[in-house]
């Protein structure tokens, strides 16, 4: 497979802050299969499930002709999570069938290293980790690496690992053992120490290793060879749930990091994604050809523009 994208799977009720609910919405890591879907079909998602699987999720992976082949059912069910919104927009979750569910089978939804293995070649150029700090799959990513030695690795950094500082140094370490990795705003403040925006980007760009900033409705950052690229985010007009949004973008920008893209490209086609995806409670329900058509045109206009406002400046 050319793309990867590891990670659990979840059915959601989102609790927001103002407390309105919203109830058994598909989620997890399925949204960064769809950041990366969105420019590429040929992305595999590695997971674990439990045998009411097909319940919620076989229609959508019809619909937008997603294997099943990654989906590994070795749960009793499905995880299913109340996710609870505070009102800085970071969140946590906890299981609705309760703390025995999750402390018996969390470990087992744990994605392993031989659960990625069979799918990973030497045609593979990305592949995507949704995985803490203290999971397996990182004491194994030399051999995920030797199976696929072309394939890019992006790491969304877990955000309850950022709010443990006992594993600050242990989130260096696997930043270091990554291409890539993506961070929000807030979890940016909390890891790096810092106040603001422009603190945290100076941060980011002072570390040296690529990544892809994302700082909320205002847009993201592509970090990439000492320089930080910015693009807005786009249609926030049509935006109805942030939920999974910074999964999409993050998926996205491994398609583009990976394909060798012009860091303004990849995260103007990061927020383009998560623009999508934004539209409806839920990720974005198909994606079609002319869709990806569509994005690219707009993405080809909005790069040609950021550089030409860049030129203008300097």
Known sequence: MTYLITGCTHINDLVYADGHTVVAQLGGSLYAVNGCKTY??????????????????????????????????????????????????????????????AAQWGATALIQAAQVLPFASTQTRGIYLESGVTEPIWADLGAIRAAAPHAKIMWEVAGWDIDDPALHDTIAACIDQVDIYSINLPESMAYFGTVSEAESLAAILALGKPCLFRVGTKGAYMVQAGQAYFAPSYDLDQSIDPTGCGNCATGAALYGYAEGLHPWRTVVLANLAAALNARQYGPYPVYTPSLRAELLRRADNEWMRLTKESNDVS
């Open 40 to 101: 590429c079909d040929d992305v595999l998602f590695v997971t674990t499930a439990g045998p009411d699987f097909t319940d919620y999720f076989a229609d959508y992976y019809a619909a937008n002709q997603l294997s099943t082949a990654g989906v590994h059912q070795v749960l009793p069910r499905t995880q299913y999570n109340l996710l609870s919104y505070q009102s800085d927009g970071r969140w946590h979750e906890h299981s609705k069938y309760g703390a025995d569910f």
